[in-house]
């Protein structure tokens, strides 16, 4: 498969990172010099400097060879517009990142009339996460699978009584859960039955969604639940939008605190029923006289990183039951549990994990990017012609870093062991290290003679820069 990525921005950067360990070729434009030497010294991919708007351009790279383009500019119109150009030209199919709300509101006729097969929406996919954290009340968030019938959470072990010290097979009251990974001091560890939990590490459970809950209950790592009514979002920009546009229709009381005047009387009109406050969101002392300290929630989803983890911290120090924020820095991640943060969500990893999806085609039903894109969780489900349906775990040879966490069979979910038998339908949940994606193939493709180890001995050919 051949995918070409047009704007190597943090999107185009991460789908193409996400891809490096597939069977896929990845070619990355963008006009700028400085940025293709910077994918050329981190990616293994062709780098092209070259404006992808060029209809000479996408000729000369030969686009009518490539499976899939994805459109990743900052420009919503430039985007529409290559996606059209490759698809006149022969590229199979297209993508496109499309911000604009005013073009969310006519998707089908952009999709129809512009030849693009998928849009994604970096604003309104995070907009949307948050608000289904909020609106389904969880106690804390990391994910859900299965239909909700799985779900898969970090937990800092110094919370678990009698944890510290003991091998995994020892720990009180996992029958029914499994420990996919730890990390340990920035270090991802791929447990077994024997490997000694330490204090300070981060173990990620995956289970039934009914026996996450019973261990949260048990080591009392929930607040009571309180139902959210009053959320104040700060930054009015396309997330803050998004983000209260939904929640006012759930019918919660939303005030917005935007330091742009313009924006302020944008989001007054757009937004019936939202309190809107023009004001510095980093003023403490107006967030007070705005009653911060009779909301329910409080979510920072400015464009600054530093600036929602401070107030995000602030709020929570004021007793705010739930305090949420954007980033966009992998690096700043291992701090959120540090801070007492409830969650943080990043926007380009959850569209990196849709395109991802949409690449995969429909037997994947979620791509869940975790651990800084160093991991992934992959849903599948099981079709006729794969070589795996009647085999056992054990005898796929998987390497230690895939695992299949759950498999939900005629509707109930199994925590597998090696002896576990993989029936067609099946949908199973996947855990699996970036470096082992390529183990995804037997899940995804019916098997053409090629052995799951000779998977990790190919040799991958070195690409080249061009320039134009």
């Known amino acids: 498969m051949k995918v ?77 517009i290559i996606c059209t150009l490759a698809k006149k030209l022969g590229c199979k199919k297209t993508i496109a990142r499309i911000r604009n709300p005013e073009y969310m509101t006519q998707l089908d006729f952009i999709k129809n009339e512009m030849g693009i097969d998928h849009i994604v929406s970096p604003d309104l996919a995070i907009a949307s996460e948050i608000s289904r954290y909020l609106l389904k009340r ?62 300070n590490d981060i173990i990620y459970i995956m289970g039934k969604s009914d026996n996450i809950q019973k261990m949260i209950e048990v080591y009392e790592l929930t607040s009571e639940k309180k139902y959210i009514k009053n959320v104040m979002i ?18 919660i009381n939303v005030t917005i605190i935007e330091r742009d005047r313009n924006r302020c009387i944008y989001l007054s009109e757009k937004l019936n029923g939202a309190l809107v406050i023009h004001g510095d969101g980093t003023d403490i002392n107006l967030l007070e006289e ?23 911290l602030m709020a929570k120090q004021s007793g705010i039951n739930k305090v949420i924020a954007k980033i966009s820095r992998p ?16 926007p380009i990893y959850i569209t990196a994990s849709d395109i991802l999806k949409f690449i995969r085609g429909g037997k994947v039903v979620s791509v869940s990017l975790l651990l800084g894109g160093q991991a992934e969780v992959t849903e599948v489900i099981v079709e006729e012609g ?50 082992n994606i390529d183990a995804l193939d037997i899940f995804l493709k019916p098997s053409r003679g090629v052995r799951i180890n000779e998977l990790f001995h190919r040799n991958k050919s070195n690409r080249n820069t061009t320039n134009y």
């Open 386 to 435: 794969l070589k795996i349906i009647g085999k056992k775990i054990s005898e796929l040879n998987l390497p230690k870093g895939v695992i299949v966490g759950a498999i939900v069979h005629k509707g109930k979910v199994i925590i597998p062991k090696g002896s576990t038998v993989i029936d067609a339908r099946d949908r199973l949940i996947i855990f699996s290290l970036t470096s």
């Open 290 to 312: 705005e009653n911060l300290s009779s909301m329910d929630a409080f979510i920072a989803v400015t464009d600054f990183d530093e600036q929602n983890l401070l107030m995000t």
């Open 138 to 199: 969880y106690s804390f968030y990391f994910g859900d699978f299965a239909k909700g019938k799985v779900q898969m959470h970090d937990f800092h072990v110094n919370n678990l009584k009698n944890f510290i010290d003991k091998r995994v097979m020892d720990l009180p009251g996992m029958e029914e859960l499994l420990i996919v990974a730890i990390m340990r001091d920035g270090n991802i560890i791929i447990p077994d039955g024997t490997t000694i939990i330490k204090e």
């Open 234 to 251: 700060f930054g009015g920009g396309k997330v803050g939008y998004y983000l209260a546009k939904q929640l006012l229709q759930a019918k």
């Open 4 to 80: 070409m990525i047009i704007g190597a921005g943090k999107l185009g950067y991460k789908v193409a990172e996400s891809l490096l360990n597939s069977h896929i070729d990845v070619t990355v434009v963008d006009s700028s010099a400085k940025v293709i030497n910077s994918i050329n010294d981190h990616l293994d991919v062709l780098a092209v400097n070259a404006n992808g708007l060029e209809v000479g351009v996408l000729k000369e790279l030969g686009i009518e060879k490539y499976d899939l383009l994805i459109a990743s500019t900052s420009s919503d119109e430039t985007n529409t």
């Open 331 to 346: 690096n700043y991640e291992q701090i959120i549990e540090k801070l007492g943060i409830d969650v943080a969500f990043n």
